[in-house]
């Protein structure tokens, strides 16, 4: 360690640093007294040693498995935790020796090519390529990293979504064969087109029947987004005539508990009632083709199930063609006092003919 005092070619006076490490030189001003130079000469050089350890401070640039801790630790609260979890699992695991700053989008490329051989569906891929973006941008935002540049990340190509959902024929005998508690809750599923979550922890503070003109049900659901579910005659009617004892949930299971698990009750109700291929969240489904094919529009189904985008519920459009037809079948007259027939007045034909 060397620092010493000198006169400058203009006049000023001041103390230096100078040191080498691995023939490299470091000289610098480092202040007006011995002891400020001492002081600074033992920060350079902590960091010229720690650069080379890859040591540095990790704020400038920390690393991906270091910073994902981080990042779960402030999404426990969030709806999607689970999902971010099992995300920020295999990006550890594939990136577990780089800093946010050296990942490029070559590195993601491999990523992506070694979760599709490890036969990941294309929309798992992009779930945890959109944590992994979402990385970056919390990183920045709560200074943790600084002046880092986050790689180019292209999503997959998905398949249309899954429309899976239940005739009417099939929804009522599928309640048919559920128990009380459970008949309740898949009745709203198909009422409402409400997540399974959000129908367990629905409280009564938030179900609005005699407090406003149109009854509705006050909901919070993924990215804590508040929407506002109307409710139809049919679940007016169920709301009320349920008993509000206890604590404030709407649902229960045995015992006036709250509702957490049914697994094994459903499965065994979908196979009495001869349903294949059916999850609870094609509940949700069943809910937004039969809204649709009653009649219902894409904008109203998109605020209804607190989908971000349309593009979300256009994978239901299809469904809802009868209606269209009936539509456009309201124009039949409209234009016209008389209806033409072009098989009795071929005039207009006579006429192509003259004019060829």
Request: aromatic share 10%.
């Given at each position: ?50 650069e080379e350890y890859q ?136 009422n409402t087109g409400l ?11 938030k179900v609005h029947i ?147």
């Amino acid at each position: 360690m060397s620092v010493y005092f000198e006169e400058r070619k203009d006049g000023s006076k001041a103390w230096f640093y100078d040191f080498s490490h691995n023939g490299v030189r470091y000289r610098k001003v480092a202040g007006r007294t011995r002891t400020e130079a001492e002081r600074v000469q033992a920060k350079v050089r902590t960091q010229v040693f720690n650069e080379e350890y890859q040591l540095t401070n990790q704020k400038r640039d920390p690393y991906l498995a270091a910073f994902a801790d981080t990042y779960l630790l402030h999404r426990q609260h969030m709806s999607s935790v689970k999902r971010d979890k099992l995300s920020v699992k295999h990006l550890k695991s594939f990136f577990k020796k780089q800093t946010l700053g050296s990942i490029t989008g070559n590195d993601v490329r491999l990523y992506i090519n070694q979760r599709l051989a490890e036969k990941s569906k294309p929309a798992t891929i992009n779930r945890e390529l959109a944590c992994l973006k979402h990385m970056y941008t919390c990183a920045l935002d709560w200074e943790e990293a600084k002046n880092i540049k986050r790689p180019t990340i292209k999503t997959l190509p998905e398949p249309p979504g899954r429309t899976r959902y239940l005739s009417e024929a099939e929804a009522a005998a599928l309640l048919e064969n559920l128990p009380l508690f459970l008949r309740l809750i898949v009745f709203t599923a198909l009422n409402t087109g409400l997540r399974r979550s959000e129908i367990l922890t629905l409280l009564w503070s938030k179900v609005h029947i005699d407090d406003a003109i149109n009854p509705f049900l006050d909901i919070v659901g993924k990215g804590r987004k508040q929407r506002f579910v109307p409710l139809n005659q049919d679940m007016v009617n169920l709301l009320t005539s349920m008993d509000r004892t206890g604590d404030d949930f709407v649902f229960h299971g045995l015992h006036n508990r709250p509702l957490k698990y049914f697994k094994e009750i459903w499965q065994r109700a979908l196979k009495k009632s001869e349903i294949t291929d059916f999850r609870f969240h094609d509940l949700r489904h069943t809910f937004a083709s039969h809204f649709l094919m009653k009649g219902g529009d894409l904008l109203s189904l998109k605020e209804i199930l607190g989908h971000s985008s349309l593009k979300m519920v256009e994978r239901y459009a299809h469904l809802a063609s009868g209606y269209k037809l009936q539509q456009v079948n309201r124009l039949d007259g409209t234009f016209s006092i008389r209806q033409p027939n072009a098989s009795k007045e071929n005039g207009g034909a006579e006429v192509l003919k003259k004019a060829n």
